[in-house]
Each structure stands twice: as structure tokens, then as C-alpha cells.
């Protein structure tokens, strides 16, 4: 088999390949790279320039042949000092990589093209601009411009002319493959960013497509990374590298039609990835639309005919981190509007248990921190509750513990802040001591058994219950619960308390929302036991969902791994 048929028929392969990748933002989403089109992306660089991709014709010229006549026309460039001489680019150290087709050679950029041209304009001439962000990372070397007089940019910046190629240096420009084959600039002419390498090809003898391939290939790439020099963050690929790596060179013929095979490939890499974004989207309504029926169904025939069209489709529906993660949140609303579990008759009401919790308030020496919020009304009601329910304000049910200590006498507490609580689902993260964490400013006391929540936005989804002593940010709330605790968690982790959590946060510059503000928040209050059915349900159901991730991040791992495994068989 053909090495460049591997691209054509594993198409599902390479399609169904993705890999999730965290984003920041609400409720801790995560977006999809279509990792398999992108390894075909590379595959295709790297075929296009190890002459895998396409078959080799015994009539096309060597290019042997190229370099002769590169070489003749340089001599006659120099001879007409229309180009400087320079020097000669030294052979390179390493061994030759791998085989190249009889009818390719070895070369040097330096030794087809010249490095780092310069250009002799009058001043008052409009030519292109072209900084750093006008360089795309296509494979097809686009770039923008803008226009400019010679005369306020030919100092200081990077010379170039139409048909010049260029790549980024600097990292993480260079690794992100900002490449571009300067064309249309204004009179032919431009400068732009000095983090670019340039060579502007001698002759008509190369196709400059080609060399761009080979300046956005994988081995080119992974090759310079390690050549660069610099400190952190402002690390470079040397010029010596540039102009003085191995570079295979085809016939002209074959480059030309290497050129238009690529063309054809990556064409055909843009409709698989459209194709599966439009099949994102429409997967991501439909899942939407099933979901957001149960949450909107009043009655219980509604809900079960709702339900039935999702088990009767749930191992299509819930094959995405997206899709899981969908349904996680459904459950969070279900939950706390009464649908998930039903409810006991016997059970005592929710009017009971407040109000037997605010006899125990005013018996006792705790008190509500903050203004007290209005009387709940009609108009705060979010949704229809179960009769045995009632809506309360957040400050009936918890109270706010602001207790800011100085941290010199709590060095070896555990220290909590936002980041260590995965968003949107309750999950605590590995944390590190007062000590370790280098705290220096006032921090809130916590103590087991406590709510701690994220008052700052974009956290306003991140809560977790602690078991132990500690501390934490002063962006954080400690909350004692005064309803079970875990289901005043589910119901700050779900859509209804986070819209309410959102409208809330007045703030600009820092949003965050205060004390008054998260205690005016209306909650949805079951009778107690229905909470603690309640939380036992949304345990069973997360666990249910926690499993299908993990058969989803399995079934992942091996296209991931195929994907993988099919460029290293191309290349091999």
C-alpha cells in the first residue's frame, strides 16, 4: 500500500479521533480538538517532503539538475551585484534523516535561496506592513497587510518582497508554524516584525509552495525546537538552522504536483473537520432540546414521555464530554425543582423545618451576617415547586461564616483556593499548606463539615464540603448549613442558583458576589428527608455519569492511539 492511500482510507479513523480539551469559563466546560484531522494535517507535511505522498516520474529532470542551474544563476546575480555573495552555507553535522526518491537531493535553504534579503526603496513609496498577527498559520502561508511608507518602516524591521518566504523565530510563534509566502503586497514590496526569517528563492527553479510544506513539517519543526536558544518565553530558532538544516528537494515536476496533492488533502481535512463540527452542533441541540423537555415538563406524563425519548436513544445521545456533561447539569435541576425523586406524604414540610430552624436561630447566639434581604414574595419564585416545598431566601437556610484570621498562626493548615475545586462539580483538588501556599494576607477560617464557595467570578460554580480544618482565600465564603448540607451543594452547583449567583454580580473589575447578595439568592426547600433522597439519587446518577466518561475517555485513548500508530505506519 501506498503510503499516501493511509490518508484516504482510514478517513473515520482520523475523523472520530478527538480529544477534549479544558476551557475556562462556567460550569467547567470543555471543547473538542479534532486531534486525528490535525496528526493527517502533519502526516500530509511530513508525505509532501519525504516523498511518500505522491509516485515518482522517471521522465521528470533530477533535481540535481536544480542546483546546477541555482548555483549558475547566483554566480550571475553576484557577477551583477544585484546579490551579495555572502557566506557559504557550512554542510550540515547530522546524518541523513531518512531515504529520499533517486531522483531528489539534498540542499540547504541557504544554498537556493538568500537569507535575509534587503530591499532599496524610495522613501515616499507605500509598500505592506505585515507585524506578527497578520502572519497566519495556514498551511497555504496566508498573511494580511497594512500599508505604510518605505521611508517610516525600512529601519528596524524585517525586509521582504512578493515571493519571499518566511517563518516566526520566536517561540511560541515558530512552534505554532506562523509561515507565510509573502504575496499582493503593496507595490510589491513590504517590512514587518523582526521575529522572521527569511528567504527569498533564487531563480524560478523552486516552487516556493514546497518549501513552505518543508518549513511546516513536523521533522522541521520538532528539529528546531530543540535548536533554540534564549531564555523563557523568549526563546529563538537560530538563522544557522534556518538556512543551514538538510532540506529534501524534489523535480520541479514532482514539487508542482506535491503542491497540488497537498491542496487537494487539506481540502479534504477542512470538510471532514466541518463535517464533524456540524455534526457537533447538531448532536449538542438535540441533546439540549431532550434534556431541556424534562426540566420544562409540568406534568408527570410530560416528564416520563420526555424521559422515554431519552432512554429509548441514550447510548447515541451521551457519547460526548459535552453531551455528560450536559446531563449532569439536568440532573442538578431536576433535582432541585422536585422531578428526581418523588414525593412522601408523610414526609414534614418544608414551612415546618424553617421555621423550626429559625426558633433554633433566635434561641442560640448565631446571627445573620449582612443586610437582611426583603420578604420572599411571589415574584422571587423561580418555578413551580412540589406542595410540601417552599422557597426561601439563601440566609434562611445557611449562614455566611466570614471569619478573617491573620495566617501566621495557621502555617500548617491546609490552604484552600478556587483552583483547587474542580468547576461545577463539587470535586476538591489536592491542596497545599498556608506555608506552602506563601499566604500573607487575612484568610477565612473553615471547619469540617462546612460549605466553602467561590465568590468570584468566573468561579461562581466552584463548592465543595470540607472535612477537615483550614483555611481559605478571602474570595471564598466558609457556610454553615442549616438543611442538609450536601443538597444545599446541589443546588448551588445547578443552573437555577448559578443564574441567580450571575445576575447578581454588580461588579466590574472584579466580579464577586457579597454577602448581601448571595443571602437575598432564593432556594428551593424540600422536607428534609426528601433531601436526603434527594442527594442519595443525584450520588447514584453521578456515579452513573462518572462511569460513562470513563468509557468514553477509553474508547478516546484508542482512536487517539490508532490515529497515532497510523502516521507512524505512514512514515515508517
Request: hydrophobic share 35%; aromatic share 6%.
Given at each position: 500500500?501506498?503510503?499516501?492511500?493511509?490518508?484516504?482510507?482510514?478517513?473515520?479513523?482520523?475523523?472520530?479521533?478527538?480529544?477534549?480539551?479544558?476551557?475556562?469559563?462556567?460550569?467547567?466546560?470543555?471543547?473538542?480538538?479534532?486531534?486525528?484531522?490535525?496528526?493527517?494535517?502533519?502526516?500530509?507535511?511530513?508525505?509532501?517532503?519525504?516523498?511518500?505522498?505522491?509516485?515518482?516520474?522517471?521522465?521528470?529532470?533530477?533535481?540535481?539538475?536544480?542546483?546546477?542551474?541555482?548555483?549558475?544563476?547566483?554566480?550571475?546575480?553576484?557577477?551583477?551585484?544585484?546579490?551579495?555573495?555572502?557566506?557559504?552555507?557550512?554542510?550540515?553535522?547530522?546524518?541523513?534523516?531518512?531515504?529520499?526518491?533517486?531522483?531528489?537531493?539534498?540542499?540547504?535553504?541557504?544554498?537556493?535561496?538568500?537569507?535575509?534579503?534587503?530591499?532599496?526603496?524610495?522613501?515616499?513609496?507605500?509598500?505592506?506592513?505585515?507585524?506578527?498577527?497578520?502572519?497566519?498559520?495556514?498551511?497555504?502561508?496566508?498573511?494580511?497587510?497594512?500599508?505604510?511608507?518605505?521611508?517610516?518602516?525600512?529601519?528596524?524591521?524585517?525586509?521582504?518582497?512578493?515571493?519571499?518566504?518566511?517563518?516566526?523565530?520566536?517561540?511560541?510563534?515558530?512552534?505554532?508554524?506562523?509561515?507565510?509566502?509573502?504575496?499582493?503586497?503593496?507595490?510589491?514590496?513590504?517590512?514587518?516584525?523582526?521575529?522572521?526569517?527569511?528567504?527569498?528563492?533564487?531563480?524560478?527553479?523552486?516552487?516556493?509552495?514546497?518549501?513552505?510544506?518543508?518549513?511546516?513539517?513536523?521533522?522541521?519543526?520538532?528539529?528546531?525546537?530543540?535548536?533554540?536558544?534564549?531564555?523563557?518565553?523568549?526563546?529563538?530558532?537560530?538563522?544557522?538552522?534556518?538556512?543551514?538544516?538538510?532540506?529534501?528537494?524534489?523535480?520541479?515536476?514532482?514539487?508542482?504536483?506535491?503542491?497540488?496533492?497537498?491542496?487537494?488533502?487539506?481540502?479534504?481535512?477542512?470538510?471532514?473537520?466541518?463535517?464533524?463540527?456540524?455534526?457537533?452542533?447538531?448532536?449538542?441541540?438535540?441533546?439540549?432540546?431532550?434534556?431541556?423537555?424534562?426540566?420544562?415538563?409540568?406534568?408527570?406524563?410530560?416528564?416520563?414521555?420526555?424521559?422515554?425519548?431519552?432512554?429509548?436513544?441514550?447510548?447515541?445521545?451521551?457519547?460526548?464530554?459535552?453531551?455528560?456533561?450536559?446531563?449532569?447539569?439536568?440532573?442538578?435541576?431536576?433535582?432541585?425543582?422536585?422531578?428526581?425523586?418523588?414525593?412522601?406524604?408523610?414526609?414534614?414540610?418544608?414551612?415546618?423545618?424553617?421555621?423550626?430552624?429559625?426558633?433554633?436561630?433566635?434561641?442560640?447566639?448565631?446571627?445573620?451576617?449582612?443586610?437582611?434581604?426583603?420578604?420572599?414574595?411571589?415574584?422571587?419564585?423561580?418555578?413551580?415547586?412540589?406542595?410540601?416545598?417552599?422557597?426561601?431566601?439563601?440566609?434562611?437556610?445557611?449562614?455566611?461564616?466570614?471569619n478573617l484570621v491573620k495566617p501566621d498562626k495557621y502555617i500548617k493548615y491546609p490552604h484552600l483556593a478556587p483552583d483547587n475545586i474542580e468547576k461545577g462539580n463539587g470535586v476538591l483538588l489536592a491542596c497545599r499548606t498556608v506555608e506552602e501556599d506563601k499566604v500573607r494576607s487575612s484568610n477565612h477560617r473553615f471547619y469540617p463539615g462546612q460549605i466553602v464557595y467561590s465568590k468570584i467570578r468566573p468561579n461562581l460554580s466552584k463548592v465543595v464540603i470540607v472535612d477537615f480544618d483550614g483555611l481559605c482565600s478571602a474570595d471564598m465564603y466558609p457556610i454553615d448549613a442549616l438543611i442538609d448540607p450536601n443538597y444545599l451543594k446541589t443546588y448551588m452547583l445547578s443552573e437555577p442558583f448559578l443564574q441567580q449567583a450571575v445576575k447578581n454580580d454588580t461588579r466590574v473589575a472584579m466580579p464577586k458576589i457579597n454577602q448581601n447578595e448571595l443571602n437575598a439568592i432564593t432556594v428551593p426547600v424540600p422536607p428534609l428527608a426528601e433531601q436526603h433522597r434527594i442527594v442519595a439519587k443525584v450520588d447514584e446518577l453521578m456515579t452513573l455519569c462518572d462511569r460513562l466518561t470513563a468509557n468514553l475517555q477509553t474508547a478516546q485513548d484508542i482512536q487517539l492511539n490508532?490515529?497515532?500508530?497510523?502516521?507512524?505506519?505512514?512514515?515508517?
Amino acid at each position: 500500500m501506498y503510503p499516501s492511500t493511509l490518508i484516504t482510507s482510514h478517513l473515520d479513523t482520523w475523523s472520530s479521533a478527538i480529544k477534549s480539551k479544558s476551557t475556562a469559563g462556567r460550569g467547567g466546560g470543555k471543547r473538542q480538538e479534532f486531534y486525528g484531522i490535525k496528526k493527517l494535517r502533519e502526516l500530509i507535511l511530513e508525505l509532501a517532503v519525504r516523498g511518500l505522498l505522491v509516485p515518482q516520474d522517471p521522465k521528470d529532470e533530477p533535481a540535481s539538475e536544480l542546483l546546477k542551474k541555482i548555483a549558475a544563476e547566483k554566480a550571475k546575480l553576484v557577477k551583477d551585484r544585484k546579490m551579495k555573495k555572502g557566506n557559504k552555507t557550512p554542510p550540515p553535522e547530522d546524518e541523513i534523516p531518512f531515504e529520499i526518491p533517486k531522483k531528489w537531493t539534498w540542499t540547504q535553504l541557504g544554498e537556493i535561496s538568500e537569507i535575509s534579503p534587503r530591499n532599496t526603496l524610495p522613501d515616499d513609496l507605500a509598500v505592506g506592513f505585515v507585524p506578527m498577527p497578520l502572519v497566519s498559520t495556514s498551511y497555504d502561508g496566508a498573511h494580511d497587510q497594512e500599508i505604510k511608507k518605505w521611508g517610516e518602516i525600512k529601519k528596524g524591521y524585517t525586509h521582504f518582497a512578493n515571493g519571499d518566504i518566511a517563518i516566526a523565530k520566536i517561540t511560541p510563534c515558530f512552534e505554532n508554524s506562523k509561515a507565510a509566502i509573502f504575496s499582493k503586497l503593496k507595490n510589491g514590496h513590504g517590512a514587518g516584525t523582526t521575529e522572521l526569517h527569511v528567504a527569498r528563492l533564487i531563480g524560478e527553479f523552486v516552487n516556493p509552495r514546497f518549501i513552505l510544506l518543508y518549513l511546516k513539517a513536523p521533522m522541521f519543526l520538532e528539529k528546531g525546537k530543540t535548536m533554540m536558544t534564549g531564555s523563557a518565553g523568549q526563546k529563538r530558532v537560530p538563522a544557522s538552522y534556518f538556512k543551514g538544516n538538510r532540506l529534501p528537494l524534489p523535480p520541479l515536476a514532482e514539487q508542482h504536483r506535491i503542491v497540488a496533492k497537498v491542496d487537494e488533502l487539506m481540502a479534504l481535512c477542512d470538510q471532514l473537520e466541518q463535517r464533524q463540527e456540524d455534526s457537533g452542533r447538531t448532536h449538542d441541540t438535540l441533546v439540549q432540546t431532550l434534556l431541556g423537555a424534562l426540566t420544562a415538563a409540568v406534568e408527570r406524563g410530560q416528564f416520563q414521555e420526555a424521559w422515554q425519548r431519552i432512554e429509548n436513544n441514550f447510548d447515541t445521545l451521551f457519547t460526548t464530554e459535552n453531551s455528560i456533561t450536559q446531563l449532569k447539569q439536568t440532573i442538578l435541576q431536576l433535582a432541585v425543582m422536585g422531578k428526581l425523586v418523588e414525593q412522601d406524604p408523610g414526609d414534614e414540610s418544608a414551612e415546618v423545618l424553617v421555621k423550626r430552624i429559625q426558633l433554633e436561630l433566635s434561641a442560640g447566639d448565631r446571627k445573620r451576617q449582612g443586610k437582611a434581604p426583603p420578604h420572599i414574595s411571589n415574584k422571587d419564585f423561580k418555578y413551580e415547586l412540589p406542595k410540601t416545598w417552599a422557597w426561601r431566601r439563601f440566609c434562611d437556610v445557611a449562614i455566611i461564616s466570614s471569619n478573617l484570621v491573620k495566617p501566621d498562626k495557621y502555617i500548617k493548615y491546609p490552604h484552600l483556593a478556587p483552583d483547587n475545586i474542580e468547576k461545577g462539580n463539587g470535586v476538591l483538588l489536592a491542596c497545599r499548606t498556608v506555608e506552602e501556599d506563601k499566604v500573607r494576607s487575612s484568610n477565612h477560617r473553615f471547619y469540617p463539615g462546612q460549605i466553602v464557595y467561590s465568590k468570584i467570578r468566573p468561579n461562581l460554580s466552584k463548592v465543595v464540603i470540607v472535612d477537615f480544618d483550614g483555611l481559605c482565600s478571602a474570595d471564598m465564603y466558609p457556610i454553615d448549613a442549616l438543611i442538609d448540607p450536601n443538597y444545599l451543594k446541589t443546588y448551588m452547583l445547578s443552573e437555577p442558583f448559578l443564574q441567580q449567583a450571575v445576575k447578581n454580580d454588580t461588579r466590574v473589575a472584579m466580579p464577586k458576589i457579597n454577602q448581601n447578595e448571595l443571602n437575598a439568592i432564593t432556594v428551593p426547600v424540600p422536607p428534609l428527608a426528601e433531601q436526603h433522597r434527594i442527594v442519595a439519587k443525584v450520588d447514584e446518577l453521578m456515579t452513573l455519569c462518572d462511569r460513562l466518561t470513563a468509557n468514553l475517555q477509553t474508547a478516546q485513548d484508542i482512536q487517539l492511539n490508532l490515529a497515532d500508530n497510523l502516521v507512524e505506519a505512514a512514515i515508517r
